[in-house]
């Protein structure tokens, strides 16, 4: 059976960020998001799936930065300790390009906004999510978040602790712990992507049109496995 099918017999628990969240306390209202419409920039755009990306980001770095002093709910305490967030699954192309804002899009509803925010900590970023990438692969917002909720929390981690402690880290040793710690996972079938100063900003896992890992496309490059790497706590 594909993955994504064994996958989509799990329950699709609520907050299933438990995987990364060292802690996450819900808001008693739920952030309203803006719109997330198609621009000149970012056009509609209707390709075929190739296959998928799963972003996760680490919440360590984001929240170092400055673009985070307004993020009370993911940097602020307000909303608990986080590790790796799920930034998004994402449908690639059989190319360089991908489909996106495939249909037009109302708000996410506010029940499935609180299910998805302790994986995906900020309500315009699951706005964005559904509108770019999910309105590609089905009708209902709620079944995409299900979907990338689930495959989140089947990823294991490597002791990000431990490898923040390396005085000689580099990408490479980086996703071979990481791959080494999910089962059918090679070092790449990964992306690292790393601040102009070499921290960790996201992992890339690259899927097949089965979901099933699989050797990301030449064209999808993250950082050199021979770059030093840090890692923000």
Not at 86 to 115: E, F, M
Not at 139 to 148: H, R
Request: charge should be positive; include cysteine.
């Amino acid at each position: 059976m594909p993955r994504f099918l064994l996958l989509l017999l799990l329950p699709a628990f609520p907050g299933t960020a438990a995987a990364q969240a060292v802690q996450c306390r819900l808001p008693t209202s739920i952030p309203r998001p803006r719109p997330d419409l198609p621009t000149e920039r970012e056009p509609r755009r209707f390709l075929p799936t190739g296959g998928y990306t799963l972003a996760l980001s680490w919440s360590p770095q984001y929240c170092a930065g400055a673009r985070a002093a307004a993020d009370s709910f993911q940097c602020g305490g307000r909303g608990g300790r986080f590790g790796f967030t799920l930034h998004g699954l994402w449908p690639d192309g059989s190319g360089k390009r991908w489909p996106q804002y495939c249909r037009s899009t109302d708000l996410v509803p506010p029940a499935v906004i609180r299910q998805n925010l302790c994986a995906t900590p900020s309500a315009q970023l699951i706005q964005h999510e559904w509108a770019k990438h999910g309105s590609c692969m089905t009708t209902k917002p709620e079944l995409y978040f299900n979907l990338a909720r689930t495959l989140y929390g089947s990823i294991r981690y490597p002791d990000m602790a431990a490898l923040a402690r390396r005085k000689a880290l580099t990408v490479g040793q980086f996703a071979k712990a990481f791959a080494a710690a999910n089962q059918g996972m090679r070092p790449d079938m990964l992306r690292v992507m790393t601040t102009r100063d070499n921290r960790l900003s996201e992992v890339a896992l690259c899927m097949n049109r089965a979901m099933e890992f699989a050797r990301c496309p030449a064209h999808q490059r993250g950082a050199a496995n021979g770059s030093a790497l840090r890692i923000t706590r």
